[in-house]
């Protein structure tokens, strides 16, 4: 299994520009999760859905948009980088089920906006 | 409001020299607290969950702890190779799956 992984790694965009973030996972998992990390600030939940065809906002969602149209992927966009969007960006997910459960993260997608 | 706050921001420790790391939360009733490390340029990886207070769990030099407050992640003889950054996030009863993480320990084991 390859667990989440991240496309692309790397990318630079000029102010204005736009750009989509692929997540995939193989585990099956029902939920999935899309982070900001910035220096002193930690994990910042962007957006997030529980299931194929729906999607929920987190802490900071302004700027970004989501979608989910198959189970195993989950893609984030940027209509208009700017440069306050310097991230590095991060997906997770995790199964459904009673209780609480652990999230498994992606190896992140390192973005400058210039 | 749900926050999470880690402490020391950073701890450097010679090799075999043990310590612990702190996580102090408050959340509107406590679903999961959650351990991760993070290694430079790569993502956050699943370590532990602890779901109530008093509950301990182990990993090799690694033990968490939890209080109705705080939990502790014990390091025990460090080596070089556990150097990283300790994540602590929680999951509140009211907060659907999202996570709210602290900003890390970054710890340093020198030999």
């Known amino acids: 299994n390859a667990g989440v992984t991240q496309t692309p790694k790397f990318r630079v965009l000029k102010t204005g520009q736009s750009m989509t973030l692929l997540c995939a996972q193989d585990?099956?998992?029902?939920?999935m999760y899309w982070y900001r990390q910035d220096p002193g600030m930690g994990l910042r939940l962007i957006h997030y859905?529980?299931?194929?065809?729906?999607?929920a906002k987190g802490e900071v969602p302004d700027g970004y948009n989501v979608s989910r149209l198959k189970k195993q992927n989950f893609l984030l966009g940027l209509e208009s980088a700017a440069p306050s969007q310097t991230s590095v960006y991060f997906c997770?997910?995790?199964?459904?089920?009673?209780?609480?459960?652990?999230?498994?993260f992606g190896p992140g997608t390192r973005l400058t906006v210039t | 409001e749900d926050q999470v706050t880690q402490s020391p921001e950073a701890l450097r420790l010679q090799e075999g020299e043990s310590s612990s790391l702190n996580c102090s939360y408050t959340?509107?009733?406590?679903?999961?607290l959650f351990w991760y490390r993070q290694d430079p340029g790569k993502g956050p990886e699943f370590l532990f969950t602890?779901?109530?207070a008093g509950e301990e769990k182990e990993k090799e030099r690694l033990k968490a702890t939890l209080t109705k407050k705080e939990s502790f992640l014990h390091i025990t003889a460090p080596k070089p190779e556990d150097s990283a950054t300790y994540l602590c996030?929680?999951?509140?009863?009211?907060?659907?799956?999202?996570?709210?993480f602290g900003k890390g320990t970054t710890l340093s084991v020198s030999s």
């Open positions: 997770a997910s995790s199964p459904r089920g009673q209780g609480s459960h652990e999230q498994y």
């Open positions: 585990m099956n998992h029902e939920y």
């Open positions: 859905s529980v299931g194929e065809g729906t999607t």
């Open positions: 959340v509107s009733g406590l679903r999961g």
């Open positions: 602890l779901y109530s």
């Open positions: 996030a929680v999951q509140a009863n009211q907060a659907g799956t999202a996570l709210i």
